[in-house]
């Protein structure tokens, strides 16, 4: 009798566990309706999270508080009519009262090549759901942060450098027919330039005659990690080099327009030299000199194949030593042909202005964004690497 009722016992003990098992594997069959829950998920997410990301300038960027932007403040209006950005729900303001309370901003940028604000260093609070972003246009040598101390603090990078989070270049190269940018980008589409002798620029033609002098060079910061000083006095050994500023023996007022027009009318070359040998570092003074009728000799730690297109500038580090590289130089100056090569571009491509906010807005609308936690551990470590202290050519 006790063992009929054990075993029932067991038997009944069986079948509420079988039935259990059941009911689970049905609740959590995969037999549910995954679109209306999107559906639900989607609507509800559109009705609850604002349209807009907030973006705060937390520091001045060299003294511009509006960080060479239009205005204080910009809405959606001004980041769709004045900056033309694809994805425009933003607003920026670098007023630090602009919203209630300094968590509620989706991104906070500071200007690191500067330190941080004495009267406000830092945000007392800090949400999780707020990307910092380490915003820089200089190169580490003139990053002016202890970045050691800030460890697991950046979020978001925002430099010149083709590899951060928002590229932030001196300037773009647009695509003339469609108005698409070119580069800087790791693998830009470049057209093919035309055969040698194949190309005939009239102003280059005409202003070929009175091109006597070899190259010059405008430059205030005369001792460089580069060492590109060092380079410019043995180049000066082989050819005319004219050094306008306080690192040179020539003078032209800073923005007299006669010292601009000097490089289309009187010389061959222009040294767009960088002060330090890091990825990426190609600033505005080369862009300056696209801009005129002068073909400009680079030197920096960039793959400049990124940035400009082929045959249209001259780089230092392809040549082994200084000799190499004046030869070269004077045969180029020699044969108006070759000269007017590396003009061939400038029907195909245009320089223009770029900002960052527009990627900065994208990237705060990009949906894997909100469920994604990104942190730069050693940001020195990130930053330092990229740059290098030798050169290929020597001198
Ligand atoms: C420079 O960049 C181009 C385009 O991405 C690449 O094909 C080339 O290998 C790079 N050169 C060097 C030396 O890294
Ligand atoms: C280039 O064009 C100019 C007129 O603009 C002409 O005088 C000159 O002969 C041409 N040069 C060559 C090499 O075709
Ligand atoms: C940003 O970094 C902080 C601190 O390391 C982290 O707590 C936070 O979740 C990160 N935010 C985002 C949006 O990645």
Redesign the pocket.
Known sequence: MRLQMRRTLTLLLLCVFLFGALIYKIITSPLVDQNGILREYLEKRAATRPATRSILLWSSFFGDRRWQLPFDALGPEQFRDELKCPVYQCELSNRHDFLPSLELYDAIVFHVAQPFPLLKPLPARRSPHQAYVFALMEPPGETKHQLSDELNFYNLTMTYRLDSDIVWPYAQLLDVETGAPVAPGLQPHWREPPALGSW?D?TV?RLWPTKTKMAAWFVSHCKTLSKREQLAAALQQHIQLDIYGSCGNLNCARGDPRCDDMLDTDFMFYLAFENSLCMDYVTEKLYAALQRHIVPVVFGGANYTRFLPPHSYIDAERFDSVEQLAEHLRFVAGDV?EYMSYFWWRQHYKIANSSPFCELCARLHHPSWAHRTQIYGDIQAWWFNSCRLASHIRF
Do not use: I
Request: charged letters at 0%; proline letters at 0%; a neutral charge.
């Open positions: 005939n009239s033609w042909q």
